[in-house]
């Protein structure tokens, strides 16, 4: 009897060290610095918006969340990045639409499958887009264009971020929608410049950069995506308001940022960073900063940021295969 006891609490103890328990895995997290990489330059707004609420969860935690920029390939070497870090929760990763439903459906060999390789912590943010012209075209809102591209078929030429980015992909599908062609120049830098100088007439920017540069005059604002204005430019209708299938809930022109972690990681340690960032989210300065950006903050459970991002991929991947879109 006495040596079958010492057998099974051997047993025991060793399958506590063989399988952490939640309790085991919780215990003093985080008790050293969190990493979080960002799969784009510092400086751009999922930097900017990493930055900030990174501070905050620092200041919650404890401990330092050092943001790490990887960027390149579409954000495709930053979710390598992502995916190749220890399921401990102390690596996460910033994700954006376009790297987690785009990106994985435009190349033809990507190293990493959103779905299978990450779980979602909180959805952060909305990010609405906005068209913009060039100041000395001859159209000012969504009819303007439509009525001049079809009485000049292939003479309007749109910048975009590189093919298969979310600007080239809205655009070819608001076009079809539109029954218009348009001509695609991608860019590997940022191409506003042009579209100010009037070298391409079009261009897709996020609400964050297209704000001060339409109220500078240095842009016109045609359109903005999603279901509602923003504040900050009150008198750009959206793209629904020209027509009620061009962007239904902005699940074409509109993005989302989130924070996620490697697939394995513990979900006692998701729950705690996600319940933090929701209360981070919810602080009225960051809801102000955010607005004033143009964004919706939202701070969701990581259920429906999970639910978000698997319907976007399906939604992208259908969407690119219809317009044989690839990277190689």
Do not use: C
Not at 55 to 83: C, W, Y
Not at 116 to 133: E, G
Not at 164 to 183: C, D, F, T, Y
């Amino acid at each position: 009897m006495q040596r079958r006891h010492l057998l099974s609490t051997a047993a025991a103890g060793a399958a506590v060290l063989a399988a952490p328990s939640s309790w085991a895995q919780s215990a003093g997290y985080p008790n050293r610095p969190i990493k979080l990489i960002v799969p784009f330059p510092a400086g751009v707004s999922p930097d900017v918006v990493a930055r900030l609420v990174g501070d905050k969860l620092s200041q919650a935690l404890g401990q330092p969340v050092v943001v790490e920029n990887r960027p390149g390939a579409g954000g495709m070497i930053g979710a390598e990045a992502g995916t190749n870090s220890a399921a401990d929760g102390y690596s996460l990763f910033y994700s954006v639409k376009a790297v987690h439903a785009i990106a994985p459906n435009v190349y033809q060999n990507p190293k990493f499958n959103p779905v299978r390789d990450f779980r979602a912590v909180s959805q952060l943010l909305l990010v609405p887009h906005v068209l913009t012209a060039s100041p000395g075209t001859p159209y000012n809102n969504m009819k303007e264009l439509v009525e001049f591209a079809k009485r000049n078929p292939g003479k309007i030429n749109y910048a975009s971020l590189g093919v298969g980015s979310q600007p080239h992909v809205a655009m070819e599908a608001w076009a079809q929608r539109l029954g218009i062609k348009l001509n695609h120049v991608p860019y590997k830098t940022n191409p506003s410049p042009d579209v100010m100088s009037g070298v391409v007439s079009l261009s897709i920017e996020a609400s964050t950069t297209a704000i001060p540069l339409i109220k500078g005059g240095k842009v016109k604002g045609l359109a903005i995506s999603g279901a509602e204005r923003i504040a900050n430019l009150p008198d750009v209708p959206t793209m629904t308001e020209f027509g009620s299938t061009l962007d239904v809930n902005g699940q074409i022109g509109s993005s989302w940022h989130g924070i996620f972690a490697p697939k394995a990681t513990p979900d006692d340690v998701v729950a705690k960073l996600n319940t933090e960032i929701v209360k981070i989210v919810k602080l009225p300065e960051i809801q102000s900063r955010m607005r004033d950006l143009g964004l919706t903050p939202t701070g969701t459970s990581a259920d429906a940021m999970t639910a978000v991002a698997t319907a976007d991929n399906v939604f992208w991947a259908k969407l690119i295969k219809d317009f044989d879109i690839k990277v190689e």
